[in-house]
């Protein structure tokens, strides 16, 4: 074990063929570890799914590098992930612990008017919601659209009249 610390411990200077190997056995053990963790984290965009990439990623690229000791980095990241997964089982239980955690959606425009409030909270502009609109449903008039709400992740749903 003193052998691989001494190899894949902390270095200043890093042949470029010893930083292709740290970063091919660090692609193979990132891997299944998300594998092993399940893909949900980083799929859905939300805040703590972001949190997760920051933090997943920056820790591993510390290990690739030779800035921290490579078992140093496994053992971070199999933290952060145990945590994640902690956070999301505790998250089902308790729909306020969910809340708290997640958010809530929040309604911008429903029967015709804008939400002034909600806009501000979400810190949108009737522009912005144009903007999606065309991008999401290729229309530029929110004559068909009964709601608009920003979901708990960030992104805009646009609810059609009957």
Same mark, same amino acid.
């Given at each position: 074990?003193?052998?691989?610390?001494?190899?894949?411990?902390i270095? /200043?200077?890093?042949? &470029?063929?010893?930083l292709?190997?740290?970063?091919? +056995?660090?692609?193979? $053990?990132?891997l %299944? *570890?998300?594998?092993?963790?399940? *893909?949900? &984290?980083?799929?859905?965009?939300?805040? %703590?799914?972001?949190?997760?990439?920051?933090?997943v #990623?920056?820790?591993?690229?510390?290990g690739v $590098?030779?800035?921290? &000791?490579?078992?140093?980095?496994? @053992?971070?990241?199999? +933290?952060?992930?145990f945590l994640?997964?902690? %956070?999301?089982?505790?998250?089902?239980?308790?729909?306020?612990? /969910?809340?708290?955690?997640?958010?809530?959606p929040?309604?911008?425009?429903?029967n #015709?008017?804008?939400?002034? @409030?909600n806009l501000?909270?979400?810190?949108?502009? /009737?522009?912005?919601?144009?903007?999606?609109?065309?991008?999401?449903?290729? +229309?530029?008039?929110?004559?068909?659209?009964?709601? $608009?709400?920003?979901?708990?992740? #960030?992104? %805009?749903?646009?609810?059609k009249? /009957?």
């Open positions: 074990m003193e052998f691989i610390n001494d190899w894949w411990g270095k /200043e200077n890093i042949s &470029p063929l010893e292709s190997a740290r970063a091919a +056995v660090m692609f193979i $053990v990132c %299944l *570890m998300l594998r092993l963790a399940g *893909m949900r &984290p980083f799929g859905k965009g939300s805040t %703590l799914d972001t949190i997760l990439t920051f933090l #990623g920056g820790i591993l690229s510390r $590098v030779g800035a921290t &000791p490579f078992f140093s980095c496994i @053992a971070g990241t199999i +933290v952060i992930l994640n997964k902690a %956070l999301a089982m505790v998250s089902m239980k308790s729909a306020r612990f /969910e809340h708290l955690v997640k958010g809530e929040m309604t911008l425009y429903k #015709g008017k804008f939400e002034s @409030a501000r909270s979400a810190e949108l502009t /009737e522009a912005d919601i144009y903007e999606d609109l065309r991008v999401e449903c290729q +229309v530029d008039s929110l004559e068909s659209i009964e709601a $608009v709400i920003i979901e708990k992740r #960030g992104k %805009l749903s646009f609810i009249k /009957e």
